[in-house]
């Protein structure tokens, strides 16, 4: 096995962020599925892998070293170091190990053990009790474990259970926001696509501007601008699907969105419609124009002020104050039927922020959704917003054919 850096093929494993070229890491999902495959080959009558290869849900082919192994009657257990590129956190280096051992039922079920966090509040995307082990990462783990049970079929129907075990986990959590998300006793295990991206913030702010740039320079004068993947997901399906074709003039902002009206303003657009999850574009209606966390946060004080003026009882607004999570504040103003009125609220605010930073020469317009409610409402200029975007498409199949 060649040293750790090599463990992506090569023309996959650095990616140009502005001008930069920075290099790609793994989630610790990646590393639980990666464990759970090296633990099944052991457990199935193999020989303990050096290596194992897998397929992230990006597409990417990995080759991961088996840091440690472990065995006895009717177990098995292997570990990965997660490696996070050139976007280091707290659990960059930390070992994760998946023990797989055989139990009554059939299929596999996925467990947390020592320091991987438990969830204790309602809001995530486990139920409350559950490990805090997300659902890409689980369905990662069991195909990892199925593919290799379908070369050995003497397990076939044998049930299993694969329990994910994070050494430094509960150490490290301190280190995180998990405590105040409601997740204790370690850390989640997480990842969507299976890969980490770099994410310098001065390579980032380059790239948006690069990909605004080469938008502009392609006679482009509106721009669709989502903070990152939900916000493109939720353009893909339910009511808003018809803008799914609209990608070409998508850009992602991350959290920089005050940044990237900045740079629509500097290169000459015309219209900028947002995009965004309420969970980030809650921040806007306080004037908070980097979303990330590290910077400000003000989420639920914005929705219980606009629930206040809408009326909120004290007691819903305590509940709004003790919510996790956007859609949990959301489900408290259902209780009072709150939630148009506090949406519009909202976006009253938002639009008055945006427009202000914006400035004369950029029209906007904002929609927001969550994932578990959908849209929760849009501005009044996003109508000629979409009208301009969808042109703008047609515009460019025709000039394409």
Known sequence: ????????????????????????????????????????????????????????????????????VQQGQGWAQAGIIKDSG????????????????????????????????????????????????NKTPRRMIAEQIEAVRQLHPQWEGVGLKATVIIPKGEELAKKTYNPRLGIEGGISVLGTSGIVE??????????????????????????LITPGNYGQTFLSQGEFAVLSPLSPFSVKCSNFVGDTLDMCVQQGFEAALLVGHIGKFAKLAAGV???????????????????????????TLRAIMDSVTTDEAIACLDKEGLRAPVMESIL????????????????????????????????????????????????????EI
């Open 289 to 315: 124009m980097n979303t990330h966390s590290r910077y400000a946060d003000g989420r639920l004080e914005v929705f219980c002020a606009h629930a206040a003026l809408c009326g909120a009882s004290l007691p």
């Open 86 to 133: 050139d976007d280091p956190d707290v659990t960059h280096g930390i070992e994760v190990l998946v023990r797989l051992e055989q139990c009554s039922g059939i299929g596999v079920t996925i467990c947390g053990g020592q320091g991987v966090g438990r969830v204790t509040k309602p809001g995530l995307e486990m139920p409350v009790g559950e490990a805090a082990i």
């Open 1 to 68: 096995m060649e040293q750790q850096q090599n463990w992506i093929a090569a023309k996959d494993a650095c990616v140009y962020v502005g001008q930069q070229q920075l290099r790609r890491g793994y989630t610790t999902g990646t590393c639980a599925a990666a464990a759970a495959q090296a633990a099944a080959r052991i457990l199935f009558g193999e020989q303990p892998p050096q290596s194992v290869t897998l397929t992230v849900p990006k597409g990417l082919q990995l080759y991961l070293e088996v840091h440690s």
């Open 348 to 399: 009253q605010k938002i639009d008055q922020h945006v427009q202000a930073r914006a400035g004369q020469t950029l029209q906007t317009g904002v929609i927001l959704f969550s994932n578990a409610c959908g849209c929760l409402g849009q501005t009044a200029g996003c109508a000629p917003l979409l009208q301009c975007l969808t042109e703008e498409y047609r515009t460019s199949i025709q000039q």
């Open 198 to 223: 770099p994410m310098s913030e001065q390579a980032l702010t380059d790239s948006i501007r690069l990909e605004l740039s080469i938008l502009r320079k392609a006679g482009h004068r509106s721009v």
